[in-house]
C-alpha cells in the first residue's frame, strides 16, 4: 500500500486503517507506516486523558460545592456520584501516573466551569461559592470526604441526611 492510498483509509475508514498500521507494525515494515497519522493519534490519546480526568474532576467539584452549599438537599444520588467519579479519576491516575502531578492544575482550570455549574444547578448567586477552590487535591479526591462549611454534620449527627431522606 502506498503512503497516498495509507492517508485515504485513514480519512475513509480508521478501523481499517489502525489495523492495517496494526498489521505493517507486527510484520516490520516501519517503512510503510503512516507515521504522521500515528504521531497526531498517539499525542491525542494523551490528552483524551487529560480531558477525561478534567471532565471527571469538574463533576466532583460541582458536587462538592453544591454539597456544602445546599446543605437541605443532600442525598444519597450525590455522594454515589461524587464517589463514583473520583474512583473513576483514581482508575485514569492509576493508567496514567505522570498525570498526577499535573492535579493543581487541572483542578484551577476546571473549578471556574465547575463553580459556574454549581450557580446554575443551584440557583444560589455566584458570591456563594468561593472565587478559588476551597479543597486540596486530597479532599477532592479521598473517599468519603463530603464538606461541612457550616458544621450541620457536627449537630446534626454523622450521616443525617440518609436518616432524612428515609423519613
Known amino acids: 500500500m502506498s503512503e497516498l492510498e495509507g492517508r485515504d483509509l485513514f480519512s475513509a475508514d480508521l478501523s481499517a486503517w489502525a489495523e492495517e498500521q496494526t498489521r505493517l507494525l507486527a510484520a516490520g515494515a516501519v517503512e510503510a507506516i503512516d507515521h504522521a497519522h500515528i504521531a497526531a493519534i498517539v499525542r491525542d490519546l494523551g490528552e483524551r486523558e487529560r480531558r477525561e480526568i478534567r471532565d471527571r474532576l469538574g463533576v466532583i467539584l460541582t458536587g462538592l460545592l453544591r454539597w456544602g452549599a445546599e446543605v437541605d438537599l443532600r442525598s444519597e444520588g450525590w455522594a454515589i456520584t461524587i464517589d463514583r467519579q473520583r474512583r473513576l479519576v483514581a482508575a485514569r491516575l492509576a493508567d496514567?501516573?505522570?498525570?498526577?502531578?499535573?492535579?493543581?492544575?487541572?483542578?484551577?482550570?476546571?473549578?471556574?466551569?465547575?463553580?459556574?455549574?454549581?450557580?446554575?444547578e443551584s440557583a444560589l448567586f455566584d458570591d456563594s461559592f468561593s472565587e478559588s477552590c476551597p479543597f486540596t487535591d486530597e479532599e477532592i479526591l479521598m473517599p468519603g470526604f463530603l464538606p461541612d462549611p457550616h458544621g450541620d454534620d457536627a449537630v446534626r449527627g454523622p450521616d443525617w441526611w440518609r436518616r432524612e431522606a428515609v423519613r
Open 96 to 120: 496514567s501516573p505522570s498525570l498526577r502531578p499535573e492535579l493543581p492544575w487541572m483542578v484551577a482550570e476546571v473549578y471556574p466551569e465547575a463553580k459556574a455549574r454549581a450557580v446554575l
